[in-house]
Every structure is written in structure tokens, then in C-alpha cells.
């Protein structure tokens, strides 16, 4: 992580390198572990598929500056679209990647379109996607094709053909693949015009309209780059899981969780939603091992730990680096 | 270069802007001074596209753009800064030049190079890697400057770029504008600076209650008893002459 540390101080191009080199090491962490311990296994795989929803939020929050609270009617769709085509019309795993992909993405093309044709901000963008992850809940739990509130179950298989790996090992090579595709293109986001035009927008957007940005357009591809992502994740996790129903896919659990990464990570920040959703992974499975026998009380410390986190790091991890480096 | 015809914008009942006319020569400095809540900002928003007006047009080079959004007006050539500077305040100053820049590059390498030379020609080369929020009142006009500088328009809208500067400020910017203007570009400012519109623009426009009460040489206008009463009340130029006369006598 040295590479976020000291990014204000290196020459560009051995920071090029760092980050390269930071994002192999990252890669190659789950390696050691791939041992064949399943408990451990598992975490990892839940924590980079938390990194890459964390990964998703942040391009339109931490870099948009839009502040979305439901994530969750992305990812849910992105489940429910993978699910529905192999459970009702016995489609290949792989094949529904795509499409839960663009079917992601074009929900948030549409909620895009509508909040900010009508140049919803701030708060009020962040209770109309509250509100349209609720309404896609209900409809889930409604009609008869998702199964309604019994949830679905996709088929078992057992071949990586069919995206479904006997030793598990498969999903960690997956979600790393995903993740990685978001940690790039937030990498990328950093260095293009595209990454320039949305943050302009995010810190001030009239001033971004003077400059000549078109920010009805910029804020609506970056919702629906993240969107696509999310979607993507959910895909995944359903996969993974083998059901998905209306309280997984489109309950407030995954739209906070999204959230919390960035913010704890440092938002706006390549690094940050990795750094966020990995010290929140594991804080979370320290608590739950350490004070398992009594129910709750890891939920307090999580909690606590966490109100911490946001009043002394308001940058996150990543701006903790940040001073490090300055300081040194 | 730039022309305004019988532009009118009302908020509820109020007249903002009343069938306002302006025509802005190019390769001039043309200003526009009016007394507070004159219209002079509601007019830089009809003009940038970034308000629509309820009547009347506007076209810039030759082409119609009442209503065109502000990142259009932009791409054609036309660019304003705000009153309140409002900078991009994360970012460093050269980041935000290059959101300027970036108009017409697309690499990010092309556009901080760019951000870079702009901020040479507005006097900002020493804080390019200080972020915008920790610059001086000063410092964030000239940022503001720079920015719209960076898009290379051909028409720069200046509203009140010298407005909270202490006179050495003033002194120190006004080359900067006119070295803007001598470079091609052709400029459209509001101020209250007096001194700086007396010096700076050839053409000077006035505004009172949304409407255009007088027009040309700066010199001349502010002797203009319409323009006196705008900004000292009714009767006050008729005062100020026998004043005037009296103490000759």
C-alpha cells in the first residue's frame, strides 16, 4: 500500500509501477492461502467481493460525488437476472455474466436518467435510489418469476463450465478478476480526462458547465459503469451462493455495505474501498470469532470501531497514508 | 462577436433582466457596470446558457445559442467565470486548470502540460501544486481566470474577477486581462471597480433594474445623468451640476 502513501511525492512513472506492483501483491495474497482451507477461503472470497461492490460505489459516490444508498437495486438485478436465466430458462452460468452486466447497468442508466435530468443531489438522490432498491424489493417478493419471497435456487452443477467450482478455489480466481477490473478502471479513472471531467463535477458542478462538461452525461456513464458492477457482483455472489431472495439482493445490507468500504477506505481514492472493505472484513470476523458465544456484542464493537474510524480518519485509511507520507 | 437582442428573464414578478440589448465588438474589452441587483449576473447567465430567457435572443458568432446548455455555449467558444469563485477546492490548482484544458485535450499528460502554460500567463506558477482551497481571494480569481483561459474561448465573460481585491491586487490583474485581450481573446466583464473599467474597457455598458440605460465610451457614460441617478438616486445629478456650480462660483 505503500504506492497510495507516497503518491504525492513520487515521480509518475515509478508511481505507475508501484501501483502495478501494489495491485499483483494484492493478487497474489489469496495465492498463500489457497492451501485448501475453506473457512479462510470463504472470508477471502466474501472480502474481494466486498471490495468489488465497495470498488463500484466508489466511482459514483467517491469520485461522482453522488451519494447513492441503494446500491443494492444494482446488485439484486444483476442476481436475479443470472438467477431467473438459469433456474426458469435453463441458461449456461457464464452466459448470464453478461447480461446481468447490462441489465445492471441499464437500471442505472434509468435511475440515472431520471434523478439527474431533474438535478437531484446530495440527499435527495440518495433517498430516490433508497427508494427504488425498496420498490424493486417488494416487486421481487411480488411476482411469480423470482420465486417471490421464497427466493430462488439455481441449479447445482459441477463443472467450471457451468461457473460453478467444486473446490471453491474458482470463485476466489473470479471475484478476483472482477475486482481487479474495478480497481483498474478507478486506476484508470485517475489518470484520463473521463476521471478529471467527474471529479470537476463532483467538487462543483456549475463550474464543471463553464469549463464545457457535459455533466448531465458524465454523471449518468459513471452511474452506469458502477451500476454494471454491482450488477456484476451480484451475479456473482449468486453463483456462489446458489440462491438469492429479495432480502439478499435488494435489502439495505448490500447498498450499506457498498457504502462502507469507500468510506472507511478513503472515498475518491483508488485504493481506498480495497483498504476499506479488507480491515472491515476482518474486523468484522475478529469480533464474531473473538465474542461469538455473546450475540450482539460483536455488532457493538463493529459499531463502535466504526463511528471511531469516520470521527478520527474523515479521509479514511487512505488519507491516514496520505499524512504519513507528508509527515515523513 | 456577441449580441443580445431585447433579452428579458422574469423570477416570479420580478424583472430581472427588461429587453436588454448589448452587442459586444470582438478583440474588445467591453464591460457592463450597473448598481447591485441591476441583472448584470441574471444577463452573464442568459449569455452562457446558463438561464434561458423568457424573450428576446442571443447569438455568438453568428449563431443562434438562446438556451443552448453552457457546456455548448462552452465548446463554441464562449466561456464565464463566476463572482464566487468556485474552485474545484480538492484538487490542486493544476488539476483544476486542467478540467479547462482538457476541452480540446484529451490526454492527461497534454492537459496538465497545458494547465501549466496557462498558469504562467495568469501568474499562478508558483501554487500549481497547492490545492485550490488553500489559495488567497486573490489567488482563486486568478484560478478562475486560468480555467476558463484553458478552454481557449474566444469570448471570456469576467464577472467581477476584480471585486474583493485591495488595490494592489487590482493593479496586478488588470495587465493580465488586457494581456488576455491582446492575445485574441475578446472579453465581456462586469465590475464595480470603476478605475478598472476606466482603464481597462473601450465599450461599457450600463444596466439599472434589468434594463439598459446607456452605452459607449466608459468616460462618457459615467457622465450620463441617467447613469448617476442609477447608482446615487433620483435628482442627484441635478444636484451634483449645481453643487458643481456653485462651487465654481
Known sequence: ????????????????????????????????????????????????????????????????????????VFFGTGAYAAAVLQARFGWNAWATLPVALALGAAVGAFIGALSFRYGLRGSYFALVTLAFAEVFRILANSVKFTGGGVGLLIPLKSSALDFQFQGKAGFLYVILVLTLAGFLLSWWLERSRYGAWLTAVRDNEDSAAALGVDVFRVKLQAIVISAGLMAAGGAFYVQYFHYIDPHIAYGPAVSVEALLGPIVGGLGTVFGPLLGAAALKLLGELTRNLMGDAPGVSLMIYGAVLIAMVTFLPRGIAGLFRRFARAA | MLEARHVSISFGGLKAVDDASLAVP??????????????????????SGFLEPDAGSVSFLGQDVTGLAPHRICRLGMTRTFQLAQPFAGQTVRENIAVGSHLHQAQRKAALAHAESIALRVGLSGQLDKPARDLTIAGRKRLELARALATEPKLLLLDEVLAGLNPQEVSEMSPVIRSIRDSGVTVLMIEHVMQAVMNLSEHTGVLNNGQL?????????TRDPRVIEAYLGRGAAERLRTSGNEAHA
Do not use: C
Request: glycine share 14%; proline share 4%; net charge positive.
Open chain 2, 213 to 221: 440605460i446607456a452605452e459607449g465610451k466608459p468616460a462618457d457614460v
Open chain 2, 26 to 47: 470582438a478583440g474588445s474589452i467591453t464591460s457592463l457596470i450597473g448598481p447591485n441587483g441591476a441583472g448584470k449576473s441574471t444577463l452573464f447567465g442568459i449569455l
Open chain 1, 1 to 72: 500500500m505503500s504506492a497510495a502513501a507516497s503518491a504525492g511525492s513520487i515521480p509518475s512513472r515509478n508511481r505507475t509501477v508501484l501501483l502495478l506492483v501494489g495491485g499483483l501483491a494484492l493478487a497474489l495474497v489469496p495465492l498463500a492461502a489457497l492451501a485448501g482451507d475453506r473457512f479462510w477461503l470463504n472470508i477471502l472470497v466474501y472480502t474481494y467481493l466486498f471490495a468489488g461492490l465497495s470498488v463500484a460505489w466508489n466511482i459514483i459516490a467517491g469520485f461522482g460525488g453522488q451519494f447513492s444508498f441503494g446500491h443494492a
